[in-house]
């Protein structure tokens, strides 16, 4: 009978040491928890910080693309001028890159006629100054 009672204070001893063991393991996990749920606290009034400021950013953002949206509008009949300041330079380009054809074109047809004038014109010239000799000759 008294291994009965060694084995029953045996399996007390060891049930007592399992639940002191269990105790600690249990108090361990508690401050874990703790310990967890301070963090993910602390996570949370970062995550809630973060969040004011991306509102603020995407608010600001918001703003500037209004801001650019209204200037570019604002701008719009610049461009109009300018698209249309190029066309008229494209066609002035196009009418003074017509005129050299047109003036060989216009001095072809009319040479006949220029060389004449300019032979009419050197006869009236020598005329003249035979006219002006014999006319300082006589005074």
């Known amino acids: 009978m008294i291994y009965l009672y ?6 007390s001893i060891s049930f007592a040491l399992l639940s002191i063991y269990i105790a600690k393991l249990l108090s361990s996990v508690s401050r874990s928890m703790n310990d967890l749920g301070n963090t993910l606290s602390e996570v ?6 973060i969040t004011q400021e991306t509102e603020e950013i995407v608010q600001e ?5 209004d801001d650019v949206k209204e200037k570019t509008d604002a701008l719009q009949p ?11 330079l494209i066609q002035l380009n196009r009418s003074i890159d017509g005129v050299p054809s047109t003036l060989r074109t ?5 040479s006949v006629k220029m060389t004449e004038a300019y032979h009419w014109g050197t006869t009236a ?15």
């Open 6 to 11: 060694i084995g029953i204070l045996i399996v």
């Open 44 to 49: 949370e009034q970062q995550l809630h910080g």
């Open 106 to 110: 216009y001095t072809a047809d009319h």
């Open 125 to 139: 010239l020598s005329l003249y100054q035979k006219w002006k000799m014999t006319k300082q000759e006589t005074h």
């Open 78 to 88: 610049v461009f109009h001028s300018l698209h249309g300041l190029g066309s008229s």
């Open 61 to 65: 953002t918001h703003l500037i693309v």
